[in-house]
C-alpha cells in the first residue's frame, strides 16, 4: 500500500474486501497442515492408547497448536528471526485460526455417532476425520480473511517471507 493510499484510510472502512479469498485459503491451508498433522496424529494415539474420548480430544488440541505453530516458525526462522521473537509472530499469526478449527473438527469428532469409539482400521473413524477437517477449513477461511485485512493472523507472518 503507498503512503497517500494509507493517509486516506482511518481505519473506518473494512478492509477485508482488499483480502482475496486465495490469499485467505492459502493462509487456512497453511494453517490447517500444521493442524492436521497434530489432530490426525491426536486422534491415532489417543485412539491406539484407548484413551477417553476427551484426553483423546486434548491430545488431539495439544499437538495441533503444537505442530501449527512449528510450522510457522520454521519459515520464520529462515528468515533470521531469533527463536523468542519466532514464537511470538506464531503465536500472534496462528492462534486464533488454530483454536477455531480445533473447535470446529473436535465438535465434528465428537458429533459424529461412532467417530470417537471406532478403531483405526474403520472407515467411520477416518471419513469423519477428513469431514471435521474439510469443515474447520471452509468455516476458518473467512475468519483468517478478516483477520489478515485487519493486518493481524497471518498477515504478520508475510512481514517474513
Aim: overall charge neutral; glycine content about 10%; some cysteine.
Amino acid at each position: 500500500m503507498n503512503h497517500s493510499a494509507h493517509v486516506h484510510h482511518h481505519g473506518h472502512e473494512p478492509r477485508h474486501s482488499a483480502v482475496s479469498w486465495r490469499m485467505a485459503s492459502q493462509a487456512t491451508l497453511h494453517c490447517l497442515t500444521g493442524c492436521a498433522i497434530g489432530e490426525v496424529l491426536g486422534m491415532v494415539v489417543g485412539t491406539a492408547a484407548g484413551l477417553h474420548n476427551a484426553a483423546t480430544v486434548v491430545v488431539s488440541i495439544a499437538l495441533a497448536f503444537v505442530f501449527g505453530y512449528a510450522l510457522t516458525m520454521r519459515g520464520v526462522l529462515r528468515s533470521g528471526l531469533p527463536p523468542r521473537e519466532a514464537l511470538k509472530v506464531a503465536l500472534a499469526a496462528d492462534t486464533v485460526s488454530i483454536a477455531v478449527m480445533e473447535l470446529i473438527d473436535n465438535t465434528v469428532m465428537v458429533g459424529v455417532p461412532g467417530a470417537m469409539d471406532a478403531g483405526l482400521a474403520d472407515a467411520v473413524f477416518w471419513v469423519s476425520l477428513v469431514l471435521s477437517l474439510a469443515l474447520a477449513f471452509l468455516l476458518t477461511t473467512p475468519v483468517n480473511r478478516w483477520m489478515i485485512g485487519r493486518g493481524k493472523g497471518h498477515a504478520v507472518v508475510h512481514a517474513y517471507h
